[in-house]
């Protein structure tokens, strides 16, 4: 459960921002959260809660976005879509893929007050 | 705006704003009143005033971000990654699942190494400080750092372990990883290179099913070789799924009981030991 420690550096990000930024609450986290990093978004709900609980971001809603898996395809020489990594190239089949894409772990924006 | 009654300046402010105004507000309500002795007055209140007030409701605004949620770790692994290099040291993070070998198949590389090169060892678990005794008992330095409730070594654990036990400079630092082959594959901890060890005893299907830790690492060591005349274990698979997950991934398929296929492995070591002399000031 990695993600406790995940949940803890969006914290760290959050009360950064509050003391350079100046807010006392936030009410919205935004995460782009890839489908082929290695985390799961409903580890990450769970453990928001819990570690957000009696700080400035307690009760934030959290908005995950999950980009699709971009990969590049040494075979074919195109970027395409995999829904997991181990996954054959969709076009022709090959494994030969590089990760380009959908892999990032972000804090994309707060809605604070 | 203000959120209550959607006044306000129009403009977002840093600081928390608090305003002060007037309201025209009219208030007329009927009700009745039963007295004590059950009569019942109805009447009407007309009332008109203004008055003023505070709001510590605040206006919400968005903050660009964007920043990745590792950023700290991965300001500690750079740190490590220089201190590693200043001192010409090889560092491996060993990852696996509970009970691949891992502490087996360091031991006897410790043993069979000793007297080549400066070598030591961080120890990673939840807890104890078994295998970092396994580890002294070679004369090879090693630290233990116990995570508790955690699942993974990250970056800050090593940089805090590192100013207990140096860096062994132009060697080899191993860091053994907690047991877990899902949790670590996520934290640099500023590596060399990272090496994942399966054991022959496990599912061949696991790079499939844990694809993060076998896209991450630059070589797999499949440990226990020797019992494969005793398992129905399919070798030709193992290393065709670790490939799909990370084409090209180096192999070394090992006994560290037996000892076969041991020289590859320190083959591996020495071709990747750090040559250039380090610079000092």
Excluded at chain 1, 59 to 79: H, K, N, R, W, Y
Excluded at chain 1, 83 to 97: A, K, V, Y
Aim: with cysteine; hydrophobic share 35%.
């Amino acid at each position: 459960m990695h993600e406790m420690s995940l949940c803890q550096g969006i914290l760290d990000i959050i009360e950064e921002r509050a003391a350079v930024d100046r807010f006392s609450r936030v009410t919205k986290v935004r995460l782009s959260i890839g489908a082929l990093s290695h985390v799961d978004p409903k580890a990450i709900g769970f453990g928001f809660d819990v570690v957000t609980r009696d700080t400035v971001a307690d009760g934030a809603v959290l908005e995950i976005d999950q980009p699709p898996g971009q990969a590049f395809c040494m075979a074919c020489s195109s970027t395409v879509t995999i829904p997991t990594r181990g996954q054959p190239c969709p076009s022709c089949g090959s494994h030969q893929l590089m990760v380009v894409g959908g892999d990032e772990l972000r804090v994309d924006e707060l809605e604070v007050s | 705006m203000c959120t209550v009654c959607g006044c306000g300046p129009g403009e977002t402010r840093i600081e928390g704003h608090a305003h002060e105004h007037e309201h025209e507000h009219e208030h007329d309500h009927e009700h009745e009143h039963i007295g004590p002795d059950g009569t019942v007055t109805r009447h009407t209140h007309h009332r008109h005033h203004g008055h003023s007030h505070n709001h510590d409701i605040q206006p919400s605004r968005l903050i660009k971000v964007e920043q990745d949620i590792l950023a700290k770790n991965d300001r500690f692994a750079a740190v490590n990654r220089q201190l590693f290099a200043a001192s010409n040291t090889l560092t491996l993070n060993l990852m696996s699942s509970p009970g691949s070998g891992k502490t087996t198949l360091l031991v006897r590389t410790l043993t069979d190494l000793r007297e080549t090169r400066p070598m030591a060892v961080i120890e990673g678990d939840q807890q104890t400080s078994f295998d970092a005794e396994r580890i002294r008992a070679t004369g090879v330095p090693a630290i233990q750092v116990n995570t508790g409730k955690g699942c993974h070594l990250d970056a800050q654990m090593v940089i805090q372990a590192l100013g207990v036990q140096p860096t062994p400079r132009d060697g080899v630092l191993f860091i053994e990883n907690v047991g877990n082959l899902v949790c670590p594959a996520g934290f640099d901890l500023g590596e060399s290179k990272r090496v994942v060890v399966i054991s022959v005893t496990e599912g061949e299907d696991k790079p499939l099913k844990y694809p993060d830790m076998f896209a991450t690492a630059d070589l797999m060591i499949i440990n226990k070789i020797d019992l494969l005349p005793h398992l129905s274990f399919d070798l030709p698979r193992l290393i065709e799924g670790a490939r799909q997950v990370k084409p090209g991934l180096e192999v070394i398929e090992l006994s560290s009981t037996t000892g076969a296929g041991l020289d590859r492995w320190y083959e591996w070591l020495g071709a990747h030991q750090p040559s250039s002399p380090s610079v000092t000031a």
